[in-house]
């Protein structure tokens, strides 16, 4: 079974920065897609940023972008993925959540904006406020 361990969430003040970390382990992955979303009170979930490992393109939603860059590294039975998140916005605030979506995903766009993941870490807050 996968298991996704977020950290790095907070409070922070408009204009901050904060960098989410997930690790994933527990099982060998093959192709996947690996990203994060969040979910602000009222709203529904939204892919933020994500990105196939087998070539395609990153994705950013149209309001990190700019501002938020995510990035993975490979350990052995281990993948870490990350977002920066600079100049931060209140309207930033809202859980978030790593992801994964196993097979051939063609475009970091697929899983964050059409295909959802497989796999969910537990959700880490972050709060950007004065």
């Known amino acids: 079974q996968l298991q996704l361990v977020e950290s790095g969430g907070g409070l922070v003040q408009p204009g901050g920065s904060l960098r989410l970390s997930c690790a994933a382990s527990?099982?060998?992955?093959?192709?996947?897609?690996i990203g994060w979303f969040r979910q602000a009170p009222g709203k529904a979930r939204e892919g933020v940023s994500c990105?196939?490992?087998?070539?395609?393109?990153?994705?950013?939603a149209d309001s990190v972008k700019g501002r938020f860059t995510i990035s993975k590294d490979n350990a052995k039975n281990t993948v870490t993925v990350y977002l920066q998140m600079n100049s931060l916005k209140p309207e930033d605030t809202a859980v978030y959540y790593c992801?994964?979506?196993?097979?051939?995903?063609?475009?970091?766009?697929?899983?964050?904006?059409?295909?959802?993941?497989?796999?969910w870490g537990q959700g880490t807050q972050v709060t950007v406020s004065s």
């Open positions: 527990g099982r060998s992955l093959g192709y996947y897609a």
């Open positions: 990105m196939s490992t087998n070539g395609g393109s990153t994705y950013y």
């Open positions: 992801a994964i979506r196993t097979g051939i995903i063609a475009t970091g766009q697929h899983m964050c904006v059409e295909l959802g993941a497989d796999y």
